[in-house]
Nanobody, 114 residues
Framework: QVQLVESGGGLVQAGGSLRLSCSVSVDITSVAHIAWFHRAPGKERQWLASYYDDHPNYSDSVKGRFTISRDTAENAVFLQMDSLKTDDTGLYSC?????????WGQGTQVTVSS
């Protein structure tokens, strides 16, 4: 069973930074696609950033502000979020795609105050 546990969310002022972590229960070097998603209040979940075949990719909304990284020894993936905006408020979830199936964590809440 693949399990993902996110952490690092919290309350931050606009312009501030947070670093989210996602602990994965399997060897992430064997995972072709691992990603971070964001669900703003009342909106659909949206893709933010991912590793696909070892290459980082970002949505236009976070490019230059957010950085995805990973620690293969710890089977962890991180999302460094800088220059946070109030629109970044919401639930942040980690996702992996393995053998044709998506796995999700419970998410970690981020609230950005003005």
């Amino acid at each position: 069973q693949v399990q993902l546990v996110e952490s690092g969310g919290g309350l931050v002022q606009a312009g501030g930074s947070l670093r989210l972590s996602c602990s994965v229960s399997v060897d992430i070097t064997s995972v072709a696609h691992i990603a971070w998603f964001h669900r703003a209040p009342g909106k659909e979940r949206q893709w933010l950033a991912s590793y696909y075949d070892d290459h980082p990719n970002y949505s236009d909304s976070v490019k230059g502000r957010f950085t995805i990284s990973r620690d293969t020894a710890e089977n962890a993936v991180f999302l460094q979020m800088d220059s946070l905006k109030t629109d970044d408020t919401g639930l942040y979830s980690c996702n992996v795609y393995i053998n044709g199936q998506d796995y999700w964590g419970q998410g970690t809440q981020v609230t950005v105050s003005s």
